[in-house]
């Protein structure tokens, strides 16, 4: 099952940090990858370019980020944002944590030809637009996913979609 290989390989690695857990005030802590906080990719992320409400994003599938994000540059062009009931704070692989307020639901976004709808969590990010996480990948299991090839295949809205990553300098 490729989430259970995502687990394995992740574990492994220094660079990622996957868990959600508790932080010590009973407040949930989420956890992005440096590459996601840097703008680059990792051995376990793939780059799609797509588009949000009219607007070209640039994605990074990011199996080292727990939930989805969205840059709160592009947010900041998009309404309504909702509160979150209490702020949850988002660790960094490096140890930087974050903290998230607000987030956008149910936004209708597209690639290659394929449309979703997810709910993402505001914050700052360098280099993207958008953070597909782990929630993400869940949602869409069972998947294949090919890290070094980037391309992921799956069942959505009962057809099958394969999404081809596109190149760093695209």
């Known amino acids: 099952n ?3 290989e995502i687990w394995n390989c992740v574990g492994d690695s220094d660079e990622t940090q996957l868990e959600t857990e508790d932080s010590d005030s009973g407040e949930d802590l989420m956890a992005i990858s440096i590459q996601t906080l ?3 990719e990792g051995s376990k992320t793939i780059r799609l370019r797509g588009h949000l409400q009219g607007k070209e994003v640039f994605m990074l599938i990011d199996s080292g980020s727990s939930h989805s994000f969205i840059c709160d540059h592009l ?3 998009i309404k309504p944002w909702h509160l979150l009931a209490q702020p ?4 960094v ?6 903290t998230c307020t607000h987030e956008l639901h149910n936004q209708i976004w597209g690639t290659q030809g394929i449309t979703f709808c997810s709910t993402f969590k505001i914050i700052p990010l ?3 637009d958008i953070i597909l996480g782990v929630d ?3 949602k869409h299991s069972p998947m294949q996913i090919h890290w070094v090839d980037r391309w992921l295949k799956f069942s959505h809205d009962q057809q099958n979609v394969t999404l081809q990553g596109i ?3 695209t």
């Not at 692989?93 to 974050?98: D, K, L, P, R, V």
């Open 2 to 4: 490729a989430m259970e």
């Open 38 to 40: 840097n703008g680059t």
């Open 75 to 77: 947010a900041s062009l």
């Open 88 to 91: 949850v704070k988002v660790q």
């Open 93 to 98: 692989a490096n140890g930087e944590i974050i």
């Open 126 to 128: 360098k280099g993207y």
């Open 136 to 138: 993400w990948l869940g």
């Open 167 to 169: 190149s760093p300098h």
